[in-house]
Nanobody, 114 residues
Framework: QVRLVESGGGLVQPGGSLRLSCETS????????WAWYRRAPGKQRELVAA???????DTVDSVKGRFAISRENAKNTVYLQMNSLRVEDTAVYYC????????WGQGTQVTVSS
């Protein structure tokens, strides 16, 4: 089973920044597309950003220009740099493959509030 361990969340004021990390496991990390998802209170989990094996990235419109996904294959790690955070970015953030595995990690809570 691939390990999914998210970290880096916290409480930040609007306009602030956070960098999330996702440590995974396995020796085939580099061949898959990885993504960050989030679940806001009362809402369904949604895709935020994805990065394929070639490094091509894609972000949803609501975070475009503010969030950036990256990967470090040597460390089996995926990152999400989040800038200009807004209150509506408050959610639990998860990493997973895309399409996602049939299980999830514990996620990391991001709270944007003044």
């Amino acid at each position: 089973q691939v390990r999914l361990v998210e970290s880096g969340g916290g409480l930040v004021q609007p306009g602030g920044s956070l960098r999330l990390s996702c440590e995974t496991s396995g020796n085939i990390f580099e061949i898959f597309t990885w993504a960050w998802y989030r679940r806001a209170p009362g809402k369904q989990r949604e895709l935020v950003a994805a990065i394929n094996s070639g490094g091509r990235t894609d972000t949803v419109d609501s975070v475009k220009g503010r969030f950036a996904i990256s990967r470090e294959n040597a460390k089996n790690t995926v990152y999400l740099q989040m800038n200009s955070l807004r209150v509506e970015d408050t959610a639990v953030y998860y990493c997973n493959m895309r399409p996602n595995l049939n299980y999830w990690g514990q996620g990391t809570q991001v709270t944007v509030s003044s």
